[in-house]
């Protein structure tokens, strides 16, 4: 059931993978990525080739759809948000595919079975010729009759035993000019800090990923204000990044973030929200996140270690 589609150095076929009769690969001389076609959009798989997928697929799910039912999948979906009801609405419908330019487009049916959003979304994939590097762009259309109020929210769910990293804003000693705060932490109700799970230090956040948490709450979940725009997750020698813009006052989610963490038994999510915004009739959302992934990485978790090992990589990823 092979139906290639060569672009210079990157391919995009239909396969078979895992549980899913139809999905859709794509790959260059140095990473592949697959889609799910029969739910989604959803990205389930991101990695070197011929190497383990850096996202956490759900065995259970793999193959489930076509109901009634919300099921996370795992890998890199697209949300909206705040998270109410309407964030659960079920994409587990086909989706269509179609060539755009250099990318592959996957999009969603609009939702207007109940509970209806009359939204509709779409992932607009672009892989470099060569390298690691993905452009990930996420759109959400109102096609409904009235304004709503929302945020792309755009979750990547890491393969669990790592450790997310994301840069706090400048620290600096307090002066005339420097008497307002320079940033937020949105905390959840099960959120602990006092949990062994998070790293809490001078220039950085880290949330560790632990199967077996002995603390009082499994799942944990914390947000920023990120003004670098990136957020990274290492794991086995393997460095995950992703970028995306900030909108220098704009307003943002859950008191002002633009980038947060969660974190269960199982797996850790990396996210990134684009700013909040009245969404009118037939009007589009759109946010972009950039992708890197390197490997052969040194091992560490203090601050220096972050500083001199993993925010190089970030600072050269462009």
């Known amino acids: 059931m092979q139906d290639p589609i060569e672009m210079t150095t990157i391919s995009g076929e239909k396969v078979e993978y895992q549980n899913w009769k139809t999905a859709f690969s794509i790959s260059n001389d140095t990473v592949r990525l697959v889609v799910s076609t029969e739910v989604g959009p959803r990205i389930l798989f991101y990695g070197f080739r011929g190497e383990e997928n850096e996202f956490y697929e759900i065995p259970e799910q793999s193959g489930l759809g076509d109901d009634r039912i919300f099921r996370v999948y795992g890998g890199h979906r697209l949300w909206v948000s705040p998270e109410v009801a309407r964030t659960y609405y079920p994409d587990n419908v086909p989706v269509d595919v179609r060539r ?11 939702e207007s079975e109940h509970p209806s959003t009359n939204l509709q979304k779409e992932i607009e994939i672009q892989l470099a010729k060569t390298g690691t590097r993905v452009s990930v762009t996420h759109r959400i259309r109102n096609l409904g009759k009235r304004a709503t109020r ?19 804003p400048p620290r600096a000693p307090v002066a005339p000019n420097r008497l307002l705060p320079e940033g937020v932490l949105s905390l959840w109700c ?34 920023i204000f990120n003004p670098f725009g990136w957020g990274a997750y290492f794991r086995n020698g393997h460095l995950f990044v992703k970028k995306a813009r900030v909108e220098t006052g704009a307003k943002y989610p859950d008191f002002g973030c633009n980038f947060e963490v969660y ?35 040194e091992a560490g978790e203090a601050e220096g270690w972050i500083d001199s090992v993993i925010v190089p990589l970030i600072q050269a990823a462009e």
């Open 100 to 110: 755009q330019g250099e990318g592959f487009v996957f999009a969603a049916p609009p």
């Open 190 to 223: 099960y959120t602990d800090l006092a949990d062994p799970r998070w790293r809490i230090g001078t220039k950085y956040i880290q949330l560790l990923q632990a199967k077996d948490s002995a603390h009082r709450f499994k799942e944990q979940m914390g947000g």
């Open 263 to 297: 974190t269960n038994e199982h797996s850790l999510e990396l996210e990134t929200l684009g700013p909040l915004r009245n969404l009118k009739p037939r009007e589009t959302a759109e946010h972009v996140e950039h992708w890197w992934l390197f490997r052969n990485i």
């Open 150 to 168: 929302m945020a792309p929210w755009a979750l990547s769910v890491m393969a669990g035993g790592g450790r997310a990293i994301l840069p706090l």
